[in-house]
Antibody
Framework: QVQLVESGGGVVQPGRSLRLSCAAS????????MHWVRQAPGKGLEWVAF????????YYADSVKGRFTISRDNSKNTLYVQMNSLRGEDTAIYYC???????????????WGQGTLVTVSS | DIQMTQSPSSLSASVGDRVTITCRAS??????LAWFQQKPGKAPRSLIY???SLQSGVPSKFSGSGSGTDFTLTISSLQPEDFATYYC?????????FGPGTKVDI
């Protein structure tokens, strides 16, 4: 069965950096694009970024463009997001999610991880 | 960016009710529309893709319809486990965008 396990969350000061990881199992990781989606406390879902199966395509929300970098290591079945210049409004639960389309430039999400909480506060 | 709206923002219903939630896109997204369910403290669950196709394991009481800019999610007979917040999302154009959610409670 598909499993996505996020890690790396915690409390970080404004302006600092943090890297989140998502360990994937139960499917051929190198065949599927992956997404990061976040949810601020008490708020709705916000799509953050997508990376294609082969890293050839990367897309970002305007709110994180230039500050966040999505990447993956297909040899380790792991997805990452490097978050720099963090702001209070980046406080959220960060979910990694699997794209449903194999060998594609992005589509709908079919599986979600349980999320990891990032709190940006001094 | 494509803006997504949902109506109503919340609704109260009873077990056994038929519930319909509407989602509207600010421009044509064809059928590239997904629906998700989220319960408090839990990760979202994928329900529907391509506007009307059920994800694997999703019961047939959930159905979706629409194309272009107007879409609906219908729950045919509400059960206690269906009380949750429902989100639509367009995946026609990056950046992908979610609707603000519809909370369904008792």
């Amino acid at each position: 069965q598909v499993q996505l396990v996020e890690s790396g969350g915690g409390v970080v000061q404004p302006g600092r950096s943090l890297r989140l990881s998502c360990a994937a199992s139960g499917f051929i990781f190198s065949d599927y694009g992956m997404h990061w989606v976040r949810q601020a406390p008490g708020k709705g879902l916000e799509w953050v970024a997508f990376i294609s199966y082969d890293e050839s395509n990367k897309y970002y929300a305007d709110s994180v463009k230039g500050r966040f970098t999505i990447s993956r290591d297909n040899s380790k079945n792991t997805l990452y997001v490097q978050m720099n210049s963090l702001r209070g409004e980046d406080t959220a639960i960060y979910y990694c999610a699997k794209d449903s389309l194999r060998i594609a430039a992005g589509g709908d999400i079919d599986y979600w991880g349980q999320g990891t909480l990032v709190t940006v506060s001094s | 960016d494509i803006q997504m709206t949902q109506s109503p923002s919340s609704l109260s219903a009873s077990v056994g009710d038929r519930v319909t939630i509407t989602c509207r896109a600010s421009q044509d997204i064809y059928i590239y529309l997904a629906w998700f369910q989220q319960k408090p403290g839990k990760a979202p669950r994928s329900l529907i893709y391509a506007a009307s196709s059920l994800q694997s394991g999703v019961p047939s009481k959930f159905s979706g319809s629409g194309s272009g800019t107007d879409f609906t999610l219908t729950i045919s007979s509400l059960q206690p486990e269906d009380f949750a917040t429902y989100y639509c999302q367009q995946y026609n154009t990056y950046p992908f965008t979610f609707g603000p959610g519809t909370k369904v409670d008792i």
